[in-house]
């Protein structure tokens, strides 16, 4: 190809732009077109469908200027099997250059601009932002018949930014330092959180804003936009199931004790039993008993039934050498919580023997 005549080039890895493209699959937006923007140094898409939309960013080796549309599904066919740098250019036609061959598509001058959402709530740093989110997820609801549930809460408070989330048998949620303009809560479907957490992890990273006005909700960063329509239900109160006090406050080591809880995953629930300076783990899989022992420091009593992948999902999510476990009793809800630290707290409910 002669590129000498091109109005914009791209040069940019496959695999990153395949991941960008993907991201857009996932909105599944009821439209098949997408639009390619060349810029110096940088391939930008965009896409829109009624209130949804999204903008991705990527760092490229790339001159000129150029916006058109190009089918999505042309687009991830053409990646499915790329690795190496990939070479876009415009010149009349849209031409791909892959490491397999050439690529030419016809050229439909486009341009799509995201809307505004005027109204600041909080700005944070994406990497804290992704941390909280990863945390999180596992507890949301993932059935849309869960609607209050279906999503992650990010409620602007103070100094920060909470993001909350809830499946009806566990809780968790996780304070980050943000700027915080003005006290609101936001509620982000499951769907968009996902989406979130996945452009987070693929664009450079850089400062959010969090914007939200009566009818749409908006993240943006330096290299990404996405923009939905806001909820019109609500996140239900959970403070009211936050314990206000407890019987027994007991410290374990949390690699002692995921390993202990990994090994029961088989088992539909785990007894909690404390005997002395140890907490008895106790289940079974299949026609066998198991009992796992893991020591323990603190004041109290405790004896109690969980699910262990409930358990697993609140260790993971900490990082810190000790756990702090806050009992009250067996039908009340465990709180576990990183050694000193109020900024997140995960709250599993019993199982409840009969």
Known sequence: MNTNIATSIARIRGTQLKKAVMLFSKMKLNTPQVILSI??????????????GLNVILPSDSIGKDDCEIDLQSLKDI????????????????????????????FTPGKLVLPNVKSEVASLRSRELLKSLTKLLPFSATSENKRNLFGVLAEAQGSGLRLVASDGFRLGYADTTAVVMKEESIMIPLYFAKLLQGILKLVPEGEVSVRADKTAVKFQGDYFEMVFPRPDFDFPDYRRILPSGFKSELKVNREELLEAINRS?????????????????????????????????????????YNPKFLKD?????????????????????????????????????????
């Open 39 to 52: 810029r110096q140094g940088s391939l930008g898409i965009t896409a829109m469908y009624g209130g949804t």
């Open 79 to 106: 990646l499915s099997g790329v690795k190496g740098i990939i070479e876009i250019a415009t010149n009349g036609s849209v031409i791909i250059n892959t490491e397999t061959g050439e690529i030419v598509l016809p």
């Open 265 to 305: 995953l088989g088992a539909e629930k785990v007894r909690f039993t404390r005997e002395g300076g140890v907490i008895n783990i106790t289940g079974k899989i299949g026609e066998g008993n198991f009992v796992h022992k893991v020591s323990v420091a603190g004041e109290g009593e405790m004896r109690a039934t």
């Open 314 to 354: 609140a260790l993971v999510a900490m990082d810190t050498e000790l756990v702090t476990m806050g009992f009250v009793e067996a039908n009340s809800p465990l709180q576990l919580t990183p050694e000193e630290e109020d900024a997140e707290k995960y709250l599993v409910m019993p199982i409840r023997d009969f």
